[in-house]
Nanobody, 115 residues
Framework: HVQLVESGGGLVQSVGSLRLSCAASREIIGWLTMAWYRQSPEKTRVLVARRFPSGSTDYVEFIKRRFTISRDSGKNELYLQMNNLNPGDTAVYYC?????????WGQGTQVTVST
């Protein structure tokens, strides 16, 4: 079992940047798929980005040139670098790691982008 804790959210102005972190309670194993989701107020939770065990990544089309998902195995952390933020990015962001058999979610971190 793995516990995940997100951090790095906050208030940022449009066109600004943030890096979200997701700390795991133990080593992030290479065969785990890692992902970031977000949920805007009054909306459902949606996938933002994924990193597969191979190291390849997958992004929602409109985000992939602004956001970058990565991990640091030495720190047992997953990251989401977010650049050129706009108010539409305002949401609670959640990290997730999973296999076909298991899913682990963080509690979420709030990102608010002002004009």
């Amino acid at each position: 079992h793995v516990q995940l804790v997100e951090s790095g959210g906050g208030l940022v102005q449009s066109v600004g940047s943030l890096r979200l972190s997701c700390a795991a309670s133990r080593e992030i194993i290479g065969w785990l798929t890692m992902a970031w989701y977000r949920q805007s107020p009054e909306k459902t939770r949606v996938l933002v980005a994924r990193r597969f065990p191979s190291g390849s990544t997958d992004y929602v089309e409109f985000i992939k040139r602004r956001f970058t998902i990565s991990r640091d195995s030495g720190k047992n952390e997953l990251y989401l670098q977010m650049n050129n933020l706009n108010p539409g990015d305002t949401a609670v962001y959640y990290c997730k790691i999973y296999t076909a058999a298991d899913e682990f979610w963080g509690q979420g971190t709030q990102v608010t982008v002002s004009t």
